[in-house]
């Protein structure tokens, strides 16, 4: 069981008062340690659905689910999830947000607190400790969600379009970031966007899924060496495929 | 001093101007009716005034000052209301949580929530003695207010902050304290402002039946029985502007205390 993520026909369908709706169909995949997977797919096609179920926030209607060889259970595993909408909590300040994970995790009070501002650092926040979540930008907020996923030093990080609201300079600032990170720390990502360059610049293989119901229409490795030249002929090739298998999927819709 | 802080004190002296002036209005209107009715049983203001004084230097029959009955009915209010934040609180908290739980007593909890305070004097002078009847009697007014705007604290608590947290390995335990009862806090702060008001408001009906002729409220049933209207005022008035102190200081503690909310100006 040397996987980190192991989706085995999985399905999930949600009650909507009488009728019901089929999110995810029959999808299978897998992640290794230590890869950097990115998922692609239409909007609403199931890939917050998806990661839930990989955190363990709901189980599959179907199928089979492990993560590190055994159902997921955040109580037992460490997750660094990064949520999509604003999850941070507004009466706590930045650098007690940070502190939030580590809390959960029993660390001790000045350990919290050294762990926490490293970690602001590191999204380059130094500084902003002391505002509240709502004196900070949206861009601020999604930095402040990432600084306290990596504070508890998490074996599998999700996350879910965690830079779609950052400016053109600070999305690739942290994407660089989060590439150092993965390769010093040996972290296992799997990463959910809607933008297909990103996936070519971070991923060392691109999921891409079809629409609702979703499965797996393709899988794609990219080979290239990181730090990856975005106006390379290679890289933009890769782009092209993935654009071209993302359009198919955007046309039923 | 720049234009805007000018501005502000200039907005101040005018509300202040304003607040002052309806002030006088009340106290020109009292004066008209009083001379117009000519009733003994219908003071005007300069009695009240003198029956304030007395209390507050001589005291009142029995030689209890002003300052004595309000201590006093002070402290049966904030023991009750004690009582109904220890109870409140709790049980909203538990019923915000547990909806079924919460399904199952609503028939019980929501008729008796409308009985008045006054109604549930016969039973607890038959049931509790001394303290515990002006405790029982405030708690009814504390206890429902709190306990409603706990639960609609509970229920406005965000999804998403509660699986955040699941994410990270929180329990059921660290999820109360520290996601649903933070995230409450504003709404039971404000049930609780509104209880302590409620509870402060039975306090007449609660000294109708403690043993003691000390409190704001026996202040006034004593005078009433006596027909002396000025003094039975002045407790009024006690009441009023103390319950109004009570209610600013738990705003001014809930503006201390949310800093973190976003302040919505009109
Ligand atoms: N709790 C739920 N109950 C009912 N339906 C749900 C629930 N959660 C999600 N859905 C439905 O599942 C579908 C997929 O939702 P999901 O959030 O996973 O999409 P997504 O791929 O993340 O979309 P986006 O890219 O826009 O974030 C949607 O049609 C949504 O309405
Ligand atoms: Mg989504």
Redesign the pocket.
Known sequence: MDKAILLESVSKK?D?GSSS?K?IEDLTFDVNKNEFVCVV?P???????LLRIVAGLEPPSSGRVLVFGRPPDPKIQRFGVIF?EDSLLPWRTVLGNVEFGLEIQNYQEAERERVAKTFLELVGLQGFENYYPHQISGGMKKRVAIARALAIDPDLILMD?PFADLDAQTRSLMQRELLKIWSKLNKTVLFIT?NVEEAVFLAQRVVVLTK?PSRVKQIIDIDLPYPRARLSPPFISYRERILTAFHEELEGI | MNVVSMRKLYSRLQSLLFASASVIVFFILWELAASYLQSPYFPDPYSVLKAFITIITVGDIDGYTLAWHTLMSLERVLLGFAVGSATGVPIGLLLGIKPTLKNAVTPIIEPIRFIPPIAWIPLSIVLLIGMYRYVFLIWVGVFFPVLLDTIAGVKRTSITLIQMARTFGADNKNIITKIIFPSSLPEIMNGLRVGLGVGWMCIVAAEMIGGEPVGLGRLILKYANLLQIDTVIVGMITIGLVGLAMNYFILFLEKRMFRWRVEIRA
């Open positions: 949600y909507v709706l999110v797919g909007s609403g096609c199931g890939k917050t659905t999509q379009e809607h609702r």
